[in-house]
């Protein structure tokens, strides 16, 4: 990859990184609803769903977070995994009260069956420009490591990747069958000899796994089949030593020691993520650039300090906060977005403000009485329902950042009702 915006003049072999700020800092992340969870707030983000999306064991796994966290901070996804992993695992190993308690699987396996409905209501069927340009930038050889679950990068690929991207083998490992909306449209040129690889250590909710074989499909992006073909982000992350995850690990570490150039969008470096840290530690070499795109700066600090030592002496190092700013420094690419028309704004902002008066609707039904907080969120509901009539009737621009930002603080106090 060539960046001479950013006087990186020279063609150098490029790994990417991807982390969840990656897909949280998309083009086509929503302002408001549910947005590309974070690990920090996933819990947040699931209960945002519409309600008629929410299942029985939804509701259920919820009940079960407060009844075991307590109603002050939602855990982390690791957190949740990682402990009630745990439990489960010591109430079936040393179980005293004759069959164990199958409580706890129950709710791991509904937290499974939840992750690819949650991304799919972030970002299902969208693209992001951003990853556009990303992947329209990158050379033949040049290679992403994703440690996201969510398929932006992928969609780009197949959008914009041409005969530099071949989903049959470009995940690391031969994949067995492709759904077609994931073959890339035919490209005039020459099939390239080394094609950009797409490595996702964690997994992906496009890939189906099969128990017996381990052979993977590529399947439509976070359909049920997909639930087992992620690692869940326990602080052991012992899943990788099984087949097609033990293939795409060694792939990395065999990109990262020819990378030249690197550059990590949206990872914080998790102090319990060691396995990545590992993976990053031991074959980053003799780098010539490092570009650290994160809007927390002690998050690219910890990202800079991890990877000093494989830094050349006369390394370049370039901090960006967003994205967006990173894109801004590449080319557009061929599909770009264009943005929304604001009569397309006010009807999304009309679904959020319908979703709202369904979530407290349901808290009203459940509860005997409205108490004075419910009385004034429906207050304010109605009243922005009314600027966005006058948004769609006069297309006030100025307005809609303003609404997004009212409704953001809306879903925040019913979420303090709820979990």
């Keep these: 990859m060539r960046l001479p915006s950013l006087g990186l003049e020279r063609d150098l072999n490029t790994v990417v990184i991807l982390g969840a700020g990656a897909s949280r800092g998309s083009s086509c992340a929503r302002k408001i ?24 064991s939804d509701r259920e796994l919820f009940s079960f977070i407060r009844s075991e966290f307590g109603l002050g901070d939602l855990p982390t996804l690791e957190v949740f995994f990682t402990q009630v ?24 396996i509904a937290l499974r069956k939840l992750v690819p409905r949650v991304f799919e209501e972030a970002v299902g069927g969208l693209t992001c420009c951003w990853h556009q340009r990303i992947v329209s930038s990158m050379r033949s050889g040049d290679a992403l490591v994703s440690f996201n679950y969510d398929t932006l990068i992928d969609r780009a690929l197949k959008d914009v990747g041409g005969n530099r991207w071949d989903p049959s083998f470009g995940y690391g490992f031969n994949i067995d069958s492709v759904e077609t909306s994931w073959i890339p449209a035919p490209h005039p040129g020459p099939t390239v000899l080394n094609p950009i690889l797409l490595l996702k250590p964690h ?12 052979e993977v499909q590529l399947v439509e992006e976070y359909s049920e089949s997909t639930v087992e073909s992620i690692v869940p ?7 990788v030593r099984d087949r097609p995850w033990s293939d795409v690990w060694r792939a990395a570490r065999f990109v990262l020691g020819r990378a030249r150039l690197a550059i990590v969008i949206g990872y914080s470096v998790p102090i319990t993520d060691q396995l990545s840290q590992a993976l990053l ?11 650290v795109v994160n809007p927390d700066q002690d998050s690219r600090r910890r990202t800079v300090g991890l990877m000093a030592s494989a830094l050349d002496s006369n390394a370049v190092v370039i901090e960006l906060s967003t994205l967006e700013e990173f894109a801004s420094y590449l080319p557009t690419s061929k599909l770009e977005v264009p943005a929304l028309d604001l009569r397309a704004v006010a009807a999304d902002l009309s ?11 349901a808290i009203n039904q459940a509860q005997s009485s409205v108490d004075r907080d419910q009385e004034n969120i429906r207050d304010d509901i109605h009243d922005i329902i009314q600027r966005v009539e006058a948004i769609e009737e006069s297309e006030v621009e100025g307005e809609i950042e303003q609404l997004r930002n009212e409704i953001n603080s809306l879903d925040s106090r019913i979420d303090s009702l709820t979990l």
Excluded: C, E, Y
């Design 33 to 56: 609803g549910v947005a590309p969870p974070l690990d920090a707030d996933f819990f947040a983000q699931a209960q945002r769903m519409p309600l008629s999306q929410q299942t029985k």
């Design 85 to 108: 992993s745990a439990i489960d695992r010591f109430h079936r190993d040393f179980n005293i009260r004759g069959r164990p308690s199958a409580r706890f699987s129950r709710h791991l």
């Design 203 to 214: 997994g992906s909710l496009n890939w189906m796994i099969s128990d017996s074989t381990r």
């Design 233 to 239: 982000p326990t602080w052991d992350k012992l899943d």
């Design 281 to 291: 530690r031991a074959d980053l070499t003799k780098m010539d650039a490092l570009i």
């Design 351 to 361: 679904k959020q403000i319908n979703r709202l008066a369904a979530r407290l609707a």
